[in-house]
């Protein structure tokens, strides 16, 4: 089965997240990625852990394994003529450049966009920063932690506005790459009537201003600054995060009518004062929210999950990732996928999250390729140029 970019070739300059990810995702739907990695060390998130798997003398990391599969690796000194030379060749046999340098540094490499285009005018190049190429900021470093708290989501996050908490995983990295493949396979699209080339650029505090959503509008429509609210909703009640006999479940009443079975299913007066529209119900959130516990006291999670069920509310448990992995509904949407890895033998990774037609495994390629081992794909892409430039050069003759 092939998969809807496989005849694109994607350059991937990037290291950590952002980039890799956004790498990642256009291997997964079919794209050729050739991961360019400074030789010796490689992405830095090669020796970000623990935890570290495999041989003593050749470390695994798992951050890397999450970020990297379906690509190939080729070591480049980008600060040597020679490899600059081999990246000049890439170029003009690609697609797609994907780089999150800081603003600057590929045009010191001697690869400006203009230098970029001449090599080859249909290459669309993407560009992530921290925050932003221009603007008074333009040149900062961006670091996820800190763009979280830059763009106003640690503000929004956590128990209440004294405690800002970053979310669990490096989510402006994650965005960034997303927004990113998205800008990309939408200039792909576009020089295909254009036959043209074209600079995407995201960076980490877009990706994350990008995603305020509602609580954004809620400042620049009714002129409300938004906190953190813990684990319940600031605009719907109740949705959010209730106990029970021996656990936690999570809920969420999106209309009146939910509203209303919940309250009949567990004898609570749905028209009491402060309860009746889900404007009151915001505003008594507290006694709203207390109301609720009351009525799940005494019921087990288990138990409790399957009223809710027969009463058609939403709900559900908050799972360690163990549980999630080991769930038959995540592994059904093909969200874990085994690789052969050289060094680790046949492992278990998290898979993409598209699915194509009806194509059992995740993504757009029928089977997946290992995060590579550093420079594994060296010597077989150099040899693919040479043979493109044979076959350039037999053209050539041919037509004269």
Known sequence: MSG????????????????????????????????????????????????????????????????????????LDLKSDAGRAVLARLVGR????????????????????????????????????????????????????????????????????DHPQRVGVPIGDLLAGMYGAYGVVAALHERNRTGVGRVVRTSLLASIVGVHAFQGTRYTVAGEVPTAGGNHHPSICPYGLFTCADGMIQLSCGSEGLWQRLADGFGIDAAAPGFATNRERVENR???????????????????????????????????????????????????????????????????????????????????AHPPLLGEHTESVIAWLDDLDAQDAGDAGGAG
Not at 11 to 32: E, F, K, N, S, Y
Not at 97 to 119: A, C, K, S, T
Not at 330 to 354: A, F, K, M, N
Request: glycine share 14%.
């Open 286 to 368: 507290e006694a709203v929210i207390a109301t609720v516990n009351e009525a799940f006291a005494d019921i087990p999670l288990d138990t409790l999950l399957a009223r809710l069920a027969e009463y058609g509310i939403p709900a559900g448990e908050v799972r360690t990732l163990d549980r999630v992995y080991e769930w038959e509904q995540t592994r059904s949407q093909g969200l874990v996928i085994d690789v052969d890895h050289p060094l680790l033998g046949r492992i278990e990774v998290p898979g993409p999250p598209i699915r194509l037609d009806d194509n059992a495994f995740a993504g757009g390629r029928s089977e997946h």
């Open 94 to 161: 690609a697609d797609v450049l994907l780089e999150n340098f800081r603003p600057g540094v590929l045009d010191r490499l001697g690869f400006p966009i203009e230098r970029l285009h001449e090599l080859n005018p249909g290459l669309v190049v993407l560009r992530i920063s921290g925050f932003g190429h221009d603007g008074p900021e333009g040149g900062r470093a961006g670091y996820d932690q800190i763009a979280q708290g830059e763009g106003g989501l640690m503000s929004l996050t956590g128990a209440d506005a």
């Open 4 to 75: 809807p970019l496989d005849d694109v070739v994607v350059i991937d300059l990037t290291r950590a997240l952002a980039g890799p990810h956004c790498g990642m995702m256009l291997g997964d739907l079919g794209a050729r990625v050739i991961k360019v990695e400074t030789p010796g060390t490689g992405d830095e998130s090669r020796g970000w852990g623990p935890p570290f798997v495999g041989p003593d003398d050749q470390p695994v990391s798992t951050y890397f394994l999450s970020c990297n599969r379906n690509k190939e690796s080729v070591e």
